[in-house]
């Protein structure tokens, strides 16, 4: 482990003086390098076939202010996390055409049109960026690892309001268009043996919150709706577990809220969400409509030593089948609770050298299978780990 990740470093240090820029005031190239690695004792969150990975996270964002009100922002990324999160070249994380106004006194307004980032939650707008988060890898039990890019952004149109009032600030955010879906949303959601497309891939996003310097509260909703057009040779994954069965058309629909809060206290910063997502599927295989309910929260407290040195405490609770959070048993089948729930305790630590150089690690004690891909059903490694650890460790260059 020490040798890949001394590699990484040395890589990185390498990299960093050559994609340094400067130009006129008015635009601003900069981004991020993060290079790193990432063991899982089992099961399958880094792959199958392997129990580690290095991580590569790289992103280049630019904007440009063509006056005071008028701007563009966007962010190109390259991304390697596990093989249920690889990208297959680089991505257009968000790219957006944005108009800043005030339509009423203390307050401002944001029009946005293009691929534009989605607010959810505390932490999926800036969950693209290594160093806005305070780990690595992000609560499942809210963040679902291998659906990050269907989350992150939007093929729309985006409108956001600030409203500054004596207490605080007053936020809503709302955008409407087309999901992105890339060339892992099948694979994660059906299995390794689909090779079908998506679309009509409606996508609306809400959020509405409350912030000041000692709190904050708010709300979230997500309703995507795609949908599947299978190939002639699709299996998906059945029960029994092993078991695959021809795949047909399908549509998906995925509605998602979060309710979360935020609290800072000196040195101290207290966070909580729970999340809810109700799933639809009508057809993909031959038989009744499926309707499934995955719940989860975690409490987070994370602990700013120095300027330097914070340091992040975490417990989460996620349950695949939030009606049988104890377990199935029907005459077809059995699923004991640890395949459907997953406990986790997580420590992690941010070390900022100075404003550029950075380097995260944490580790995780995972007690059960629920937030593994494939969606559809657990693979059968999955199902014979109940106890396991993941470990991840990334240095970051910010220019």
């Not at 969150?45 to 290095?54: A, G, I, R, T, W």
């Not at 909703?221 to 069965?245: K, M, R, S, V």
Request: with cysteine; proline share 3%.
């Amino acid at each position: 482990m020490l040798s890949r990740f001394t590699n990484s470093i040395l890589l990185l240090s390498c990299l960093a003086p050559s994609v340094c820029w400067s130009g006129p005031d008015d635009v601003q190239i900069n981004g991020f390098i993060g290079l790193g690695y990432m063991h899982e004792s089992a099961n399958n969150f880094v792959s199958l076939e392997k129990d580690e990975q290095e991580i590569i996270d790289i992103g280049l964002r630019f904007s440009y202010d063509f006056n005071s009100q008028f701007s563009a922002t966007g962010q190109l990324g390259y991304r390697r996390f596990s093989d249920y999160a690889n990208d297959h070249g680089p991505r257009v994380d968000y790219a957006q055409l944005s108009y800043l106004t005030s339509l009423f006194n203390n307050s401002e307004q944001i029009i946005s049109i293009g691929r534009v980032k989605n607010q959810l939650g505390l932490y999926n707008l800036a969950r693209d960026v290594p160093t806005g988060r305070n780990s690595i890898i992000l609560p499942q039990s809210a963040y679902l690892e291998f659906l990050r890019n269907l989350f992150l952004s939007t093929d729309g149109i985006s409108f956001s309001s600030n409203t500054f009032l004596d207490k605080g600030v007053l936020s809503a955010s709302f955008s409407y268009g087309r999901v992105n879906i890339d060339e892992n949303f099948s694979k994660n959601m059906l299995g390794d043996f689909t090779s079908g497309d998506w679309s009509n891939k409606q996508n609306l996003v809400a959020d509405v919150r409350f912030s000041n310097e000692k709190f904050k509260i708010g709300v979230s909703y997500n309703d995507i709706e795609p949908h599947y057009n299978a190939a002639n040779d699709d299996l998906i994954p059945f029960i029994p577990i092993g078991t695959y069965i021809n795949g047909i058309d399908g549509q998906l629909g995925m509605q998602s809220y979060f309710a979360y809060a935020q609290i800072y206290w000196k040195q101290f910063e207290f966070s909580t969400e729970y999340t809810y997502r109700n799933v639809n599927a009508n057809g993909f295989t031959a038989g009744q409509a499926l309707n499934r309910s995955l719940e989860g929260y975690y409490a987070q407290l994370n602990y700013l030593k120095s300027a330097q040195l914070s340091l992040t405490l975490r417990f989460e609770q996620f349950y695949r089948l939030a009606k049988y959070k104890h377990g199935v048993v029907t005459p077809f089948f059995t699923f004991e609770p640890y395949y459907n729930n997953s406990r986790t305790l997580s420590f992690g630590a941010v070390y900022n050298f100075n404003d550029s150089w950075s380097i995260m690690a944490d580790i995780h004690f995972v007690k059960g299978s629920g937030f593994l891909a494939p969606f559809a059903t657990p693979v059968e490694e999955t199902i014979e780990k109940k106890s396991w650890t993941l470990t991840a460790i990334q240095a970051v260059y910010n220019f």
